[in-house]
């Protein structure tokens, strides 16, 4: 079984963006610039944006944080997006969610200009992606992606099952495993109400766990030799940790794992790939001629 290192291959990555950087700016380029808006002050969105900053720090990005209270309306916020769309200065930038309750975030993200939407949101890239244009794709998606590349496993022709069909995770997963110029793969999308899901499970080369529901993934759930990548985060209770919980993958890891050929653990897997290919489509913001 060999696990699969998110936090060293974030490293290498965020290492390769800053040579291509230092390249850039050699060859009399300018430096990519990212920027952010926060709203209000939840401690998980200050958390993940304190780390996009560090992160454009690593890689030589100048970054800009904006920052509204909870109270912003959403007319405010449409009209900072604007004025980012058609600022010459910032290459890409992203509006943390969850956003408060009275704004529409929806609105918000198809406010933002396709080609500087580094997160992969708008329906525009999202789009773009189902269809095999030029786009930028999502952060966790992608990370899994470049998981399964860096660790050459083969994709082309397997069958990969997903469990899980949000919008940010199971759907683009699905389109990225499917289509012939990424995963190549035959595609079954599971979900909650899903008959058979044991048996399809089975029947996966790669099994991609994005559902949220802790260790559902069993051994008997798992072909052996197959490749299983977590997605789930949650936060379950431990009176041994001094924060009081620990995370938890979608994935009975300890059971689980030695049957895989591959595994991605929690956490470590493909959590800490996620910010990484927010520089990368940050650089790709820079380079692309759309
Ligand atoms: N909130 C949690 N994850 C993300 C993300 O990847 N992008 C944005 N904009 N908000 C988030």
Known sequence: ???????????????????????????????????????????????????????????????????????????????????????????????????????????????????????????????????????????????????????????????????????IVGKPMAQLMLQKIYGDSTVTICHSHTENLKEICRTADILIAAIGRPAFVTADMVKPGATVIDVGTTRVPDATRKSGFRLQGDVDFEHVAPLCSHITPVPGGVGPMTISMLMQNTLLAVEKNW
């Not at 958390?47 to 909870?70: D, H, M, P, W």
């Not at 773009?128 to 590349?149: D, N, Q, V, Y």
């Open 1 to 167: 079984m060999i696990l699969i290192d998110g936090t060293a291959t974030a490293a290498t990555i965020k290492e390769e963006i800053a040579q291509r950087v230092r390249q850039i700016l050699a060859d009399g380029g300018r430096r990519p610039h990212l920027a952010a808006i926060l709203v209000g002050h939840d401690g998980g969105s200050e958390t993940y944006v304190a780390n996009k900053v560090k992160a454009c720090e690593v890689c030589g990005f100048q970054s800009t944080l904006i920052r509204y209270e909870a109270d912003v309306t959403e007319q405010e916020l449409i009209d900072k997006v604007i004025e980012l769309n058609n600022d010459d200065s910032i290459d890409g930038f992203i509006v943390q969610l969850p956003l408060p309750r009275h704004i529409d975030e929806q609105k918000i993200i198809e406010a933002i200009d396709y080609r500087k939407d580094v997160d992969g949101f708008t329906p525009v890239n999202v789009g773009r992606m189902a269809i095999g244009l030029p786009c930028f794709i999502s952060a966790t998606p992608k990370g899994i992606m470049e998981l399964l590349k860096r660790y050459h496993i083969q994709t082309s022709g397997k069958h990969c099952v997903i469990i899980g069909r949000s919008n």
